[in-house]
């Protein structure tokens, strides 16, 4: 791992993997679409995701982006430079999650982004600046938790075929509609029917990669009954065609790691 505080272009190619460190994905400009171990959001100016250590996370941006990464050197650098915030730091950094940045994180990343972050003394304190920060906008209401991913993703899973409904959603939360969609938004960063999309058409994408079945049986598994609309959605979604990423996979390394990141067993408990 180099500099802790980096600046990254990603493009439509995608990045699907791996790494021993957690990390923190900053918005700057465009749309980076995310997964991580099956949730789905999208990165954009003032918000961030969270990579926990060891998590199989997918990542593009059809139509480009920016992004302020920061790479979490390990444990003991948490420990040692956040000192009475390290706790806190540590619960941030264990579960992936998609935020909005209040207005004063926001102005701390555009300044960071604005610095010579390869400087490794405005890095080093850049990063704790900003872990520091974090805690306490990641502290939620009193009490609240999570939205139940597990059980909603087994829930689209099953049901992809087939139209699904925000109320269906809801009462598996056990929440109104409205406090369904609001909670999607503060926590992904989309609405639970983009959340329903992008988890359909990463489906999709497994199934491309490692299946021989024919478009119109995958369009049909993942709820499009019109072939030319499915193959629309992975373009706008990927930024391919359904038979350019199936010609991709045998030529790309990363596969296994896109199937592992969207296989909806693997999908963590995060209820």
């Excluded at 979604?237 to 991709?248: A, Y």
């Amino acid at each position: 791992m180099g500099s802790i505080l980096t600046l990254r272009h990603y493009s439509h190619d995608l990045i699907a993997h791996s790494h021993e460190h957690a990390q923190l994905v900053f918005g700057l400009c465009g749309q980076l679409d995310f997964e991580v171990e099956g949730q789905g959001s999208q990165v954009q100016q003032q918000s961030f995701v969270v990579v926990p250590a060891g998590a199989r996370h997918v990542c593009g941006s059809p139509r480009g982006s920016h992004c302020l990464v920061l790479d979490i050197p390990g444990e003991h650098w948490v420990k040692q430079s956040l000192g009475e915030h390290a706790e806190a730091s540590r619960r941030l950094l264990d579960t992936p999650l998609h935020r909005v940045l209040g207005p004063s994180q926001s102005r701390l990343v555009s300044w960071l982004a604005d610095s010579p972050v390869d400087d490794p003394l405005i890095a080093q304190q850049g990063a704790v600046l900003l872990l520091a920060s974090l805690n306490h906008a990641s502290a939620g209401h009193p009490g609240e938790r999570r939205l139940p991913y597990a059980a909603l993703n087994a829930h689209i899973d099953r049901h992809a075929a087939h139209p699904l409904q925000v109320a269906d959603l809801a009462r598996i939360a056990g929440l109104s509609g409205a406090r369904l969609h609001a909670r999607f938004i503060a926590e992904c960063g989309a609405t639970p029917m983009e959340y329903v999309r992008r988890r359909r058409l990463h489906m999709a994408l497994e199934l491309l990669r490692g299946s021989a079945l024919p478009m119109g049986e995958i369009a049909n598994r993942v709820g499009y009954s019109s072939q030319s609309a499915f193959a629309a959605a992975i373009l706008r979604e990927f930024g391919h065609s359904p038979r350019q990423l199936r010609r991709g996979a045998h030529a790309n390394p990363s596969t296994k790691d896109a199937r592992a990141a969207t296989d909806p067993q693997a999908a963590a408990p995060l209820d």
